[in-house]
Structures are given as structure tokens and as C-alpha cells.
């Protein structure tokens, strides 16, 4: 749920300069994978009543954004998570920048001061930079693989460093300018960090979520 208060401030920092901090800090990654599990486990409903499938999953999403902290960055990704399931729902593809525009408008109606949060411009422009340079840098890459090496290498190569690189650098390329605008600092190991990172993130946080739920029937397997 993001609690950092267990992170001492220096192992915090440390995130921060090597550009992990959104290991420990709730974004729309940690949402579309609560919301595709959800979504999974309901998936007898789904295929007879998507709409209570749905609901369910949205009403999941808003308990995990109470308890998330439910600041602005969190409730960006909760509205977009919610979208993409409402989406699924009917059957519609999510055009992410229109996404992004309502959700930045929705926001701001609510609260105008929300534009000018450090959390929620980091997240609206990090999902921004995914929408719009996570196809064409693939097709770079993929394309460049196919020349340097045989088509199976190619292939088994893309598919395994495309998600943690090119996702990586299109979430920097939009990130980056605010980033040295606030805090001054540029990461030159960002790329090589995300790529250990970004592969197992979503088992730990499927791991983290059992280990949570076991606590109250097998506490040390949990703590283990």
C-alpha cells in the first residue's frame, strides 16, 4: 500500500538517486495489476455479468486507494484503472492521452491546486510518456535486434528486455525535465536498476498482497 514509514530517510534517498522510488510508491502499474487480478478471480461472473464483474473490481480498487494514502497520484491511477475496467466492460479500447486529459480535468475540478502536485504531474507524465513512445521505441528496438542478430535471438531478446528497457525510457523521457526541475538530480544507472527491477515487480506485489492476507492465519509464514 505504499507505507513507507518503515524506510529510513537515507534508504529512501537511495531509492530516489538510483530513480527506484516508484518501487515504494503506489502508481497506475500497482493498480492495473490489482485490478487484472481482481478482474481474473472474477472471471466466472465476468464472462455471464461483466457489469457486476466490474463493479466489484472498481469497489476493490477505491478500499486499495483508501488505505493507499489516497493522494493525488494514487487517485489518478485509481480513476484510469477504473477506466480501463469500464472499458473492458464495454468491450473499448482505452485511448490513454484522452484518459489522462479527463482524469487531469476531473481532478482539477475537484481541486485546481492538484495541477501544481510534484505525485500527481510525476504520474500523469510518466503514463504519458508510456502512451505515447512505449509502440514506436519498441519497433525501434525490435527492428534493430532483427539486423544485429538471428530472428529467434532477436525475438527471445525482445521479448524479455523490451518491457523493463523500453518502458523504462519512455516513462524517463517525459519524467526526466521534472524531475531535474525539482529535485535537481539526474540517475545515469536508472536503466540498468529498472532492468532488475521492472520483471519481478509484479510477483512482489502479488507476494506482498498473500503475505498480507496470511498474517492473520500463519503470522510467520507471512513475516518469512
Known amino acids: 500500500i505504499g507505507n513507507g514509514r518503515g524506510i529510513s530517510p537515507g534508504l529512501s534517498d537511495d531509492f530516489s538517486k538510483v530513480g527506484a522510488s516508484h518501487v515504494i510508491a503506489i502508481s497506475g502499474f500497482n493498480m492495473a495489476i490489482i485490478a487484472q487480478v481482481i478482474m481474473r478471480l472474477l472471471g466466472p461472473i465476468s464472462k455471464r455479468r461483466k457489469w457486476v464483474a466490474a463493479v466489484i473490481a472498481i469497489s476493490v480498487v477505491a478500499v486499495y486507494t483508501i488505505f493507499a494514502g489516497a493522494n493525488a497520484a494514487v487517485v489518478r491511477a485509481a480513476i484510469m484503472s477504473s477506466m480501463l475496467i469500464i472499458g473492458e466492460a464495454f468491450k473499448r479500447k482505452t485511448y490513454v492521452p484522452a484518459s489522462l486529459a479527463f482524469v ?121
Open 104 to 224: 487531469a480535468l476531473l481532478m482539477s475540478l475537484q481541486n485546481p491546486n492538484v495541477l501544481w502536485d510534484i505525485s500527481f504531474q510525476l504520474s500523469f507524465f510518466a503514463v504519458l510518456g508510456l502512451a505515447l513512445f512505449v509502440d514506436p521505441l519498441s519497433n525501434g528496438f525490435n527492428a534493430m535486434l532483427e539486423r544485429w542478430f538471428p530472428r529467434a535471438v532477436a525475438t527471445h531478446a525482445g521479448n524479455f528486455l523490451s518491457e523493463p528497457l523500453i518502458v523504462t525510457l519512455a516513462a524517463q523521457i517525459t519524467t526526466l525535465p521534472i524531475i531535474i526541475l525539482y529535485f535537481g538530480r539526474l540517475s545515469v544507472v536508472s536503466v540498468l536498476v529498472n532492468l532488475l527491477i521492472v520483471p519481478v515487480q509484479a510477483d512482489l506485489l502479488v507476494v506482498g498482497a498473500i503475505a498480507t492476507l496470511l498474517v492473520f492465519i500463519l503470522p510467520d509464514v507471512a513475516q518469512l
